[in-house]
């Protein structure tokens, strides 16, 4: 293995995320967007758009390698568990609405099936109401949700041992003690 292989990848996060969103809004998915800091382009009212803040490990790295195969490990597995705070923006009519559904629901069954095997919500962090003035110059609700989401990525590494190891055993005179 000559390269690092990273899973699951950062999307995967944010598409389990979307399609929670979409079930819960009725939304398409160009209504559902994932937005950089400093991005200004918003889709037409209404819509959600998503945003990581920062990160932060939730434990240290663990190390593990294939132990069940005859071949010796060519890599070797580093698994961390994660806390990703994620920005939730409710925008329009019916803002308040959803965000309200979205916060009840996040970390309940349905939120943590819905989320998926890679990821699982942790807490809602905030709910805040904070209008927002569009480029025509009108008010518009917006509804932002703080939370918090697990996600445990795994890196793999190429393995930094040797590939064999030679072995000799001598056997040592008892009479020359």
């Given amino acids: 293995m000559s390269t690092v292989a990273i899973t699951p990848a950062s999307d995967v996060m944010f598409t389990q995320l979307k399609a929670l969103l979409t079930t819960l809004s ?6 559902i967007v994932k937005r950089a800091p400093g991005d200004v382009s918003m889709p037409s009212s209404p819509f959600i758009q998503m945003m990581a803040l920062d990160e932060e490990n939730l434990t240290f790295p663990v190390s593990s390698w294939d132990t069940t195969s005859n071949i010796l490990p060519v890599s ?12 939730v923006e409710f925008v329009g009519q019916g ?8 916060s009840t629901v996040f970390t309940s069954e349905f939120g ?6 890679s990821c699982a919500p ?3 962090l905030s709910r805040n109401m904070v209008p927002i003035d569009t480029a025509e110059k009108n008010n518009e609700t ?14 793999e590494l190429p393995q930094q041992f040797a590939t064999a190891a030679v072995a000799t055993t001598t056997i040592a005179d008892s009479n020359e003690m």
């Fill in 122 to 124: 942790l807490k809602i």
């Fill in 95 to 102: 803002s308040e609405d959803l965000s309200r559904g979205f």
């Fill in 142 to 155: 917006r509804w932002i949700v703080r939370v918090s989401i697990e996600t445990q990525p795994v890196v």
């Fill in 76 to 87: 070797i597995q580093y698994q961390e568990d994660m806390s990703t705070r994620v920005q």
């Fill in 112 to 117: 943590v099936q819905a989320l998926g095997p």
């Fill in 26 to 31: 009725g939304f398409d998915t160009d209504h």
